[in-house]
């Protein structure tokens, strides 16, 4: 077994798409012959905890975590209690920025915070990880990054010890629809630092092809065989021991997360078509919306027609959450309404894959998820902009359900391309061929 150091803010306790992806990486790269030892923080302020999720690191992993200066305690204080910093209902369009307060906490955090909120963790991290990289006998990096400020503590690892590292990335970095609306100057240190990972790193992997297009587009002269399509995936282990057992109103369930840009209006706005046209109405239909939401999606669901039959449940538990989506007639999956949606691949979409229920996606035509719903045969998906085609879906899918006929029947050999183990192998095999 040889050592790699992985460095990650978003690790358990911590919940989201972003835990599971490394988490699953630290259980199953255990096979492969390569022995993770696990950087994180000790004190983390994420969007959202799922303790559960403490129980699925392996008990022979080596966790160290390491104390970080959130700024994200002072913010609060700052807007009297209000929310976590750029959270739900802070988004790049500025539509929720109305105060003062507000927009004087996008200027701090666009101006000071570079590359992201989470840069104090370079003045512990950097240290902690040189020692472990002595204990350990480490022979190799791997870093996990949105935040950003994981990659530059791998590259100052890198520069220190000479070690390869693989830079891995599950979002774009700047230009991106989550990137801060920086002036030159911080745009231009921003900019600086994301050239200098991608050309320092001996590898970079990314959950989804745009990443990849992204990074190249903005640096040309990057050789393209540097970077290395690692896609998400679905763990079948980790899904609750529950059957599907038909609802007695037909249940379409939406996990995750919902503000800004990306919103259920056009989803309500096709279920308003089918109740003109007495297809159904919300004695047909029970829509479940769990996780958390921004203001305005809060008030789409309070004011549309089909409020009575809509439910929403909180942030719950990663196997509660997949348990939802197992126990309905569909589910439902919204992307943000923006030019970077076309190539966006959604952690959780590989989920709602394992899962097996019919799909009803609000995507670009021909997008990474357009394609990949037609791969695997899993659902159908409709633009945004095309209300008729996103009634139509739901419409096929309602019939058939009143009928007592299977909805869709999904390429199982296409779907267990995703499972989380092949991912975690995809990067042994680099990590290998980077430390023969």
């Excluded at 150091?5 to 390569?34: C, D, M, N, S």
């Excluded at 700024?71 to 802070?90: E, Q, T």
Aim: hydrophobic share 40%; aromatic share 10%; glycine share 8%.
């Amino acid at each position: 077994m040889k050592n790699v150091l992985v460095i990650a803010y978003h690790f358990p306790p911590g919940g989201g798409p972003g835990v599971q992806r490394v988490l699953k990486h630290v259980t199953y790269l255990r096979e492969t012959g390569w022995q993770p030892i696990v950087l994180t923080v000790e004190n983390g302020d994420f969007p959202a905890r799922d303790e559960s999720l403490l129980s699925k690191i392996p008990s022979d992993v080596t966790v160290v975590r390491v104390p970080i200066l959130e700024p994200y305690s002072l913010y609060r204080r700052f807007m009297g209690g209000k929310g976590a910093a750029i959270d739900v209902n802070v988004n790049k369009s500025g539509a929720q920025r109305t105060g003062w307060k507000e927009r004087l906490a996008e200027f701090v955090r666009a101006t000071f915070f570079i590359p992201d909120a989470r840069v104090g963790w370079l003045l512990t991290a950097v240290k902690q990880g040189e020692e472990l990289i002595r204990r350990y006998n480490i022979k190799a990096i791997y870093s996990s990054s949105p935040p950003y400020t994981c990659a530059l503590i791998a590259r100052a690892l890198k520069r220190r010890t000479g070690l390869s590292w693989i830079a891995g990335f599950r979002d774009p970095w700047t230009q991106f629809l989550t990137t801060p609306d920086r002036w030159f100057l911080p745009a231009m240190i921003d900019r600086s630092l994301e050239r200098s990972v991608f050309e320092e790193a001996d590898a970079v992997e990314c959950a989804w092809t745009g990443i990849i297009d992204d990074a190249i587009r903005k640096y040309p002269h990057l050789p393209p065989d540097k970077f290395h399509h690692v896609p998400n995936g679905y763990d079948a282990s980790d899904f609750p021991k529950v059957s599907y057992v038909r609802n007695d109103r037909f249940t379409i369930t939406y996990t995750g997360s919902m503000y800004g840009r990306r919103t259920p209006k056009e989803f309500l706005k096709a279920l308003d078509l089918l109740k003109g046209r007495g297809v159904l109405g919300p004695d047909d239909v029970h829509l479940r919306f769990v996780g958390r939401f921004g203001d305005e999606v809060h008030a789409m669901l309070d004011t549309s027609a089909f409020a009575p039959c809509i439910e929403r449940i909180g942030y719950v538990t990663h196997q509660q959450s997949v348990g939802f989506l197992m126990q309905s007639e569909a589910s439902l999956l919204i992307v943000d309404d923006a030019k970077e949606s076309a190539e966006i691949v959604p952690g959780k979409v590989y989920e709602y894959l394992g899962v097996g229920r019919p799909v009803i996606a609000v995507a670009p035509r021909g997008s990474a998820i357009d394609r990949l719903l037609r791969q695997t045969e899993a659902g159908h998906s409709a633009p945004a902009e095309e209300i008729e085609e996103l009634a139509s879906i739901i419409e096929s899918y309602f019939v058939r359900w009143q009928r007592g006929e299977q909805i869709l029947s999904p390429n199982t050999t296409e779907v267990l391309k995703y499972e989380r183990r092949t991912a975690a192998h995809q990067l042994a095999h680099l990590l290998h061929t980077l430390t023969p």
